[in-house]
Structure formats: C-alpha cells, structure tokens
Antibody
Framework: QVQLVESGGGEVQPGRSLRLSCAAS????????IHWVRQAPGKGLEWVAV????????YYADSVNGRFTISRDNSKNTVYLQMNSLRPEDTAVYYC?????????????????WGQGNLVTVSS | DIQMTQSPSSLSASVGDRVTITCQAS??????LNWYQHKPGKAPKLLIY???RLGTGVPSRFSGSGSGTDFTFTISSLQPEDIATYYC?????????FGPGTNVDIK
C-alpha cells in the first residue's frame, strides 16, 4: 500500500536550518510529483512547495521562496525539504503529499495520499 | 495568488442534520476545486475533487457542487465520525491555496 513517512523535524533556533525527508513506498515514485503542505499550531493548511516527478521543476509559496529548497532522489524514493533561515512562523506540522495522477508540469495540484506529518518548532 | 474564503468558520449541528459549507475563490477557477477532511493528529483526506466528484471510498453523504468562483460542500446527514475541519483548495494555478477551514462539531 502507498506510504509516505516524514522525518527530520524537531526544535531549532531562529536562523538555523533543518532538512525534512519524505520516504515513499507502494507506488512508482519516479512517476509522481510530490508536495509539501504545512499546518501551524491552531491554523489552517498552507501549501509550501511542489517538485515534478523527475525533479526538474519546482515551485514555492511566497512565504518560503528563497529560503526553502525542495529536491528528490528517485533512486531512494525520497523527497527532501531543505529549510534555511528558519523563522518562528515556520513552526508547523509538515506533511508530504503525493499527486493524484502521474503527470508532467504543471502539476495536477491535488493529493490522494499524505504522510502523517512531522513537527518543526522554531524557537529560541 | 488566488484567495479562498470559507463560511462559516465553525458550526455545530445534530447527528442526522444536513450541513452546508460554502467556499469562494477570488477569481474564476472553473471546477478546479477540492474538499479535504482533516482530523487532529491525522493526515488530511481528499473527499471531493473537480468540485463535485466523490473521492475513492468516500461515503455518499458527502457531496460538492459549484463552478467558477462559488462552491458548496454538503454533508447530507451528519455522523459522529464527521467531526473534523473541512478545507476547500483550488488547483487552478500555482501557488495552490486552501480556504481557512470550517470546524464541524456535534451539538
């Protein structure tokens, strides 16, 4: 069955970096775009970034553009989110999510499977 | 960016009641609109896609309608397991955007 498992979260000081991983299984990973979506405490869902099936294209929310980098290693069935210059407002549960359809670019833009989420806390 | 609004922000209804949530986009998005259910500590679940198509394995008491800028999500007969926050999400273009959510509770 399809599984997405996030890891790498934790507590970090403002201005520092953290890298999240999303390990996938149960589907042809190299055929699907993958997204990151986050939820700050007490807030709603916020889309963060997407990477194409082959890693050749990506797109970011304005709130993280220039600070976060999404990448993937199809040989390891893993997507990464490198988060630099972290701010307290980046505190959230981060979810990775799989695109519904195997497609190129632009992404389809919605998700049939999500991970369980990984908490990132940015605090001094 | 396309802004999504939802109303109400929260509601409380009795088991068996019909529940309706509305979602409005700041610009025309055809039918590129999804509805997700999110329970605390769980991954969000896709309920409705393309504004009105039922997701895989989703009970038929859930439905969606609308096109353009105005959309509606309905639970025809509220069940205890439907307690959750519901979000609309547009995928007309990037960046993808979600509505602020509607908390649904049992009266």
């Amino acid at each position: 069955q399809v599984q997405l498992v996030e890891s790498g979260g934790g507590e970090v000081q403002p201005g520092r970096s953290l890298r999240l991983s999303c390990a996938a299984s149960g589907f042809t990973f190299s055929s699907y775009g993958i997204h990151w979506v986050r939820q700050a405490p007490g807030k709603g869902l916020e889309w963060v970034a997407v990477i194409s099936y082959d890693g050749g294209r990506n797109y970011y929310a304005d709130s993280v553009n220039g600070r976060f980098t999404i990448s993937r290693d199809n040989s390891k069935n893993t997507v990464y989110l490198q988060m630099n210059s972290l701010r307290p407002e980046d505190t959230a549960v981060y979810y990775c999510a799989k695109e519904v359809y195997s497609s190129g670019w632009p992404p389809v833009g919605y998700f049939d499977y999500w991970g369980q989420g990984n908490l990132v806390t940015v605090s001094s | 960016d396309i802004q999504m609004t939802q109303s109400p922000s929260s509601l409380s209804a009795s088991v068996g009641d019909r529940v309706t949530i509305t979602c409005q986009a700041s610009q025309h998005i055809n039918n590129y609109l999804n509805w997700y259910q999110h329970k605390p500590g769980k991954a969000p679940k896709l309920l409705i896609y393309d504004a009105s198509r039922l997701g895989t394995g989703v009970p038929s008491r859930f439905s969606g309608s609308g096109s353009g800028t105005d959309f509606t999500f309905t639970i025809s007969s509220l069940q205890p397991e439907d307690i959750a926050t519901y979000y609309c999400q547009q995928y007309y273009n990037l960046p993808l955007t979600f509505g602020p959510g509607t908390n649904v509770d049992i009266k």
